[in-house]
């Protein structure tokens, strides 16, 4: 079973999870998605995540499983959900309790295939201050360098997204947000088989933070799209 998993973790925070509302678009779902809930594989199903069970709903990681089936449909696709809404990345820092909870959970379901790639968004709460927009790239790269070498997976793509641009109209003041945007997409630069996905045009649920169920599809696919990309370059680097 080892040999036929393709794994994937899901981290970072609440539009990672997932918040559009569920009965907005066509449920998805695939026998050969599964995530991984309590230790076990069971069939994937929206929402993904359980870290607000009140608000959890639809994220970019089912589109982004169904996408990648789209080129293998015999591969088999497992979800591993970690996201935690509101959280900033000092938590998903080494050593910090999301990190330390994440590696755990991958440990353990990767007794069961293969880590395939890391799925990340995040920023919204590092972008308060301008210290810690700033501070992100560096900080995130740091992460993701110890991330892989903890995983043992040091050539595992990581897939990072933008932050929507309807942020700026979020009440509770996310004024950096297009320092983190460009840190984001700086890292490609820097972190080898790094992807930054762009959220041009997509849109919020009318909060300003969260992606609408629709939006959160698209952004999916996208993601998707990303990763063959990143991960073509990796067969030729192979070659």
């Keep these: ?27 998805l ?11 076990q594989w069971v069939q994937a199903e929206t929402p993904l995540h359980t870290d607000k069970p009140e608000i959890a709903g639809v994220g970019p990681a089912m589109s982004f ?20 809404g509101g959280t900033p990345l000092s938590r998903w820092m080494p050593g910090a309790d999301l990190y330390n909870n994440a590696v755990a959970a991958a440990r353990e379901a ?7 790639g890391i799925l990340w968004h995040q920023g919204e709460a590092d ?11 560096q900080r995130l790269e740091e992460m993701i360098a110890v991330l892989r070498a903890d995983l043992a997976a040091p050539e595992v793509p990581f897939i990072a ?7 700026c109209d979020y009440d509770d003041g996310c004024d950096f947000f297009e320092i983190v945007n460009n840190r984001l997409r700086q890292l490609s630069e ?4 790094y992807a930054c996905v762009s959220a041009a045009d997509l849109k919020d649920k009318g909060d300003h933070i969260h992606f ?9 696919e996208r993601y998707a799209r990303e990763y063959l990309r990143i991960d073509n370059l990796l067969e030729e680097q192979l070659k």
Aim: aromatic share 6%; net charge negative; glycine share 12%.
């Design 1 to 27: 079973m080892k040999s036929e998993m393709n794994i994937f973790l899901l981290i970072g925070q609440s539009n990672m999870a997932g918040r559009g509302a569920p009965g907005e678009v066509a449920s």
């Design 29 to 39: 779902q695939h026998p050969n998605i599964r995530m991984f809930r309590d230790g």
């Design 65 to 84: 499983a169904v996408e990648m089936l789209k080129q293998d449909p015999d591969a088999i696709i497992g979800l591993v959900p970690c996201a935690v």
């Design 110 to 116: 990767l007794s069961f295939g293969t880590l395939k």
């Design 127 to 137: 972008s308060h201050t301008q210290e810690d927009a700033e501070t992100y790239g």
């Design 161 to 167: 997204g933008e932050l929507g641009a309807f942020i």
């Design 190 to 193: 820097t972190v080898p088989l």
């Design 212 to 220: 609408d169920s629709a939006s959160s599809r698209e952004f999916g």
